[in-house]
């Protein structure tokens, strides 16, 4: 009877979150949809180089640049907001103060994920209207503009690279390289290049940080360059070992959307994990881990198992080594959990479902809980439909 109580549960976790997945937009998409609803414009004059200052849509979330990772579930969305703000106000003296102590102490937060990193990821595009061409442009003008003024700055060229990366893949979309449009690709490579120019020009600065060997990986992806993108992986791997977001990218990179073949994305993995070894390695295999399964949402008609190549115990080794090592992370804590139970490891998923309790990220499961399991033993469909 318990056999197949466990089952039943199973079979719904697993229906609940493979139609969220399929029928849901990315998970960066949603990240930024709620950015978007959160924010509304001062007014509504069209955007112009001299107006566009004034129509800066500031979030409802307040930002709070000590949010809290092991107790809010929106910290990460906190502190990014609080680093839009001052981008929107143009208090480049702040960002450069802020982004250098980053880069000296190698801050991160509960969980391990690097402050510096998440700084990026506040200015990677505009908080509403990310789809739109003029906010988009408003928003290189606001970097350049920055750029400009603090010309020794690493972390402004470097926003802006990320900035002209960003806008190149909203031209190109997320679908794999044969659904791009002749356009897409155009505006694409163009805006890419445009990256790599601004990347080139930081190089020569003194300041060093580990999110341009990122921004330049990102601008390397999908050349059919394999010895070149080994050549630079290389090289951010000798800047900072452990800066974890440079494997999730490079794996990226092997997966058959961009230029590599079924498995070629595990098999760096396992290979990588090993490299770095121990506890480091075990969490860099989580972190992949995580990656490959959002990737997996981002187009695919049929995702089934993203982590059918994926030694689950090494995933689960490397989330408990993560939490031991750096503390507790709610949004790493509901990663894990939509990996258990999306693979099929249900024992695992009540369990972490139970420790999740009311913190769930919208950002993984939607903005309604879509395929969140409650911690009262509830099979997930109950919670989709009570929120």
């Known amino acids: 009877m318990r056999r197949a109580c466990t089952l039943w549960i199973l079979a719904l976790l697993l229906l609940t979150v493979t139609v969220a997945c399929q029928n849901s937009p990315s998970l960066g998409e949603v990240a930024r949809q709620l950015r978007a609803e959160q924010s509304k414009p001062v007014e509504s004059a069209p955007v112009t180089p001299n107006a566009e200052q004034k129509l800066a849509a500031a979030p ?33 003296d702040e960002l450069d103060q802020i982004a250098d102590s980053l880069l000296s102490t190698k801050a991160r937060f509960s969980g391990g994920v690097w402050k510096i990193h998440s700084f990026h990821a506040a200015l990677f595009s505009p908080w509403s209207d990310y789809d739109k061409d003029a906010a988009r442009i408003a928003h290189l003008e606001r970097l350049k503009r920055w750029t400009r003024l603090k010309p020794d700055s690493i972390s402004a060229r470097v926003a802006l690279a990320w900035g002209y990366i960003s806008y190149g893949l909203m031209a190109r979309g997320s679908g794999y390289a044969n659904a791009v449009t002749e356009e897409g690709w155009k505006l694409y490579g163009e805006r890419r290049e445009m990256a790599r120019a601004t990347l080139q020009q930081a190089s020569t600065l003194k300041a060093k940080s580990p999110e341009w060997f990122l921004a330049m990986l990102a601008v390397s992806k999908g050349e059919d360059q394999p010895k070149e993108l080994q050549n630079l992986l290389e090289k951010s791997i000798s800047f900072e070992p452990l800066y974890y977001s440079f494997y999730r990218d490079y794996a990226t990179n092997l997966l058959p959307k961009w230029s590599g073949n079924e498995g070629d994305a595990e098999k760096f993995a396992e290979g990588i994990s090993n490299r770095i070894g121990g506890t480091e390695g075990d969490i860099i295999y989580f972190e992949i881990a995580w990656e490959l399964n959002h990737q997996s949402c ?29 503390g507790l992370s709610l949004t790493k804590l509901n990663q894990f959990t939509f990996m258990a139970a999306r693979s099929g490891h249900a024992d695992v998923a009540q369990e972490a479902f139970a420790r999740i309790g009311d913190n769930w990220d919208k950002g993984i499961w939607g903005e309604k809980g879509c395929g969140y399991r409650g911690s009262r033993g509830q099979p997930a469909i109950s919670r989709r439909q009570s929120i």
Not at 60 to 87: M, R
């Open 298 to 326: 981002l187009c695919d008609d049929n995702p089934g198992n993203p982590l059918a190549r994926m030694y689950w115990p090494k995933v689960v080794k490397g989330h408990r080594a993560m939490e031991q090592k750096y």
């Open 60 to 92: 409802i979330i307040k930002g709070d640049l000590n949010a809290n990772e092991a107790t809010d579930v929106e910290a990460f969305l906190k502190y990014e907001a609080a680093i839009g703000d001052l981008l929107r106000q143009e208090k480049f």
